[in-house]
């Protein structure tokens, strides 16, 4: 036992320090518990299998998937039109819903669907995520316990009183005590959220945002790109770009081609993308992205028979105007020319930019100005920086080319950052299934996560299986791994029975009320170094068995468990919603101290007061 508690203590001591990994701090802990015998290596790896944790990774992939089709962005939007930007209106605004959510679904699945668009809220608010994301995970475990089915230890106190003969809770038999502790929460965050980290991260991710569009504005590609559709009776039908040598006749560039590649059923429908090069075949219902002036592509569109299509509209609505020159498989980047540069003085069509790399320049920046237009003879000049579009990938390759021109920034990290707008729906489906089979409890949950997991990558939510796993906050999935086990020692050891007997047993003579408060504060405090589930598990039939003793009635000291158990706030890892924004928030250990220690006070106090009255001794 002693051994047990001195390695928590110092796990502790580590965790409150922030100078090493919480993930590694964890680790540790649970390794010098095997070493001392104390927990063999099946149970001290239970926690990584514990659906818990398996559901965590499911659900990180599922918000991967909606913020990765711009799901998140459009419905931050939303928020953000109905709470303005005022930072105290979108704190309760993304309190409520998230109350409101976890009603239903696990507090730790809210919290994992709700962040993305959380940051993306925040960021278009032009404020810190942290400002958000630490009353997102409060306020999930706040509204977890208004139900039976919303935080695992209401399903657990249901248990000890159904094996105790007495009348089971009902849906909502939570509600009423639940909404005090929802209410009392949002108002003590607005005093506390003074401790909440600053605007300094939202400013500088705001900024790397942006660098696409930034490009596009300086070099005015909204001025120089227009479409045009292939219709049936197009003299460009079933013919490759190398018979038409559209770039001498009409000086254009066709940069991309889009096309649909399925017409049966128009909620998967996708368009597909192709870099125009001389053997690309034209088809009926193409979209053809022309770089040139208006006059030129005017002229093109009336010889060939094409439409021309107006420059705010797209061949699928709801695609924003930033699709137009950069999306998840095609984008834009900078090239600059080296001092020592083979390509100096050399005209542009000579470089094999198309031929060799399968880019397009789009236009060249010399000092001031900028060059747009029949680029082709036009020579390189040091000091020159041109912009190229071509897919990612290849992007990517050119920038591995450092002899005659560097790419400015990182073109696999910008293509992670452009969403999938078309693919929304099919996103926004995916979540509505995983909802319904969460709340129907149809299948298991575990299962109905993994299943919504891997529908958003096998549609395409999320590009590919390595996008799947850059999505997951390992960190938080080895945090939580590590620590479930510790519920584990503390009870072969003794510890927590005979710190909660002790405690329960010397208050129980001060009356109902003083133990009510004795059951709530020692299952909180427990509930700081263990599982929330497993503390409930442990105190739920002490709780009860201390209720009989006294000839009052269980139910008051059963939900001070749950509730207890529920409303922990102080550490990042007493909570799965805790842990889960800790990295997303930029959170330390004392930021969980100097916000949640003082709100886990609060609540506790209201919670005893407040539970007599809805339960009575």
């Not at 649970?30 to 514990?50: D, K, Q």
């Not at 075949?281 to 002229?299: A, N, P, S």
Request: proline share 4%; hydrophobic share 50%.
């Amino acid at each position: 036992m002693i051994i047990t508690l001195s390695i928590l203590a110092l796990a502790a001591v580590f965790f409150i320090s922030g100078k090493v990994r919480s993930d590694l701090v964890a680790l540790c802990a649970l390794i010098l518990m095997m070493v001392f015998g104390i927990l063999t290596p099946n149970e001290a790896l239970s926690g990584f299998s514990n659906s818990i944790v398996i559901m965590m990774i499911g659900l990180f992939v599922v918000g991967g998937g909606i913020f990765h089709t711009g799901l998140a962005k459009m419905v931050s939007s939303k928020l953000l039109q109905l709470s303005g930007t005022n930072e105290t209106t979108l704190l309760i605004a993304v309190m409520l819903v998230a109350a409101v959510f976890s009603t239903m679904v696990s507090n730790t699945g809210t919290v994992a669907v709700m962040m993305p668009i959380v940051v993306s809220l925040a960021v278009s608010a032009q404020i810190s995520p942290g400002r958000l994301l630490m009353p997102l995970a409060f306020a999930s475990s706040c509204g977890g316990i208004m139900t039976l089915i919303g935080t695992p230890p209401n399903l657990v106190i249901q248990q000890t009183l159904i094996a105790e003969g007495c009348e089971k809770l009902s849906f909502f038999s939570f509600a009423p005590i639940g909404l005090v502790g929802l209410c009392s929460g949002i108002i003590g965050l607005l005093f506390l959220r003074k401790f909440l980290p600053t605007n300094e991260g939202a400013k500088g991710k705001k900024h790397k945002r942006r660098s696409v569009d930034e490009l596009a504005t300086r070099y005015q590609l909204a001025n120089n790109l227009f479409r045009v559709k292939v219709g049936s009776a197009s003299a460009l039908k079933s013919k490759k770009l190398a018979e038409l040598d559209i770039s001498a006749r009409f000086g254009l560039n066709v940069i991309e081609i889009r096309r649909k590649t399925s017409t049966k059923n128009q909620f998967l429908k996708t368009i597909d993308q192709e870099i125009g090069g001389p053997t690309t075949r034209i088809e009926d219902g193409d979209v053809l992205y022309l770089y040139g002036t208006f006059d030129q592509v005017c002229k093109f569109a009336q010889t060939c028979g094409l439409l021309l299509l107006d420059h705010q509209t797209t061949e699928e609505q709801h695609i924003p105007a930033t699709e137009r020159y950069a999306t998840a498989q095609i984008g834009i980047a900078e090239v600059m020319l080296t001092p020592r540069s083979g390509l100096t003085g050399q005209p542009v069509m000579h470089a094999g930019f198309r031929n060799k790399y399968r880019v397009n320049v789009l236009g060249i920046q010399r000092k001031d100005s900028f060059l747009l237009h029949n680029l082709k003879e036009e020579k390189m000049n040091l000091g020159d920086a041109l912009l190229i579009q071509g897919t990612w990938k290849d992007i990517a390759l050119l920038a591995a080319e450092q002899t005659d021109f560097v790419v400015v920034g990182q073109p696999l990290e910008e293509a992670r950052k452009v969403t999938l707008d078309h693919k929304a729906p099919i996103a926004a489906g995916i979540l509505l299934l995983m909802i319904i089979l969460l709340v129907a409890e149809v299948i298991p949950s575990v299962v109905a996560v993994m299943l919504a997991a891997v529908l958003m990558v096998a549609f395409g939510c999320v590009r590919n299986m390595e996008e799947a796993y850059r999505t997951v906050n390992w960190e938080s999935i080895v945090l939580i791994g590590g620590m479930i086990p510790m519920s584990i020692a503390i009870e072969k050891t003794g510890a927590a029975a005979l710190l909660s007997n002790t405690l329960v047993g010397s208050l129980g003579s001060y009356g109902p009320l003083a133990l009510l408060a004795g059951v709530y504060f020692t299952t909180s405090l427990l509930t700081l170094f263990i599982n929330n589930t497993a503390c409930a598990v442990l105190l739920a039939p002490i709780a009860f068995t201390a209720a009989s003793r006294l000839g009052v009635s269980p139910y008051p000291f059963l939900f001070a468990v749950s509730i207890g158990a529920s409303m922990c706030f102080a550490s990042p890892f007493s909570t799965p919603p805790n842990a889960l924004v800790m990295s997303a928030g930029r959170y330390s250990f004392a930021h969980y101290i100097k916000v949640g220690v003082p709100l886990q006070i609060m609540l506790g106090i209201i919670m005893v007061i407040a539970l007599p009255f809805f339960f009575p001794f």
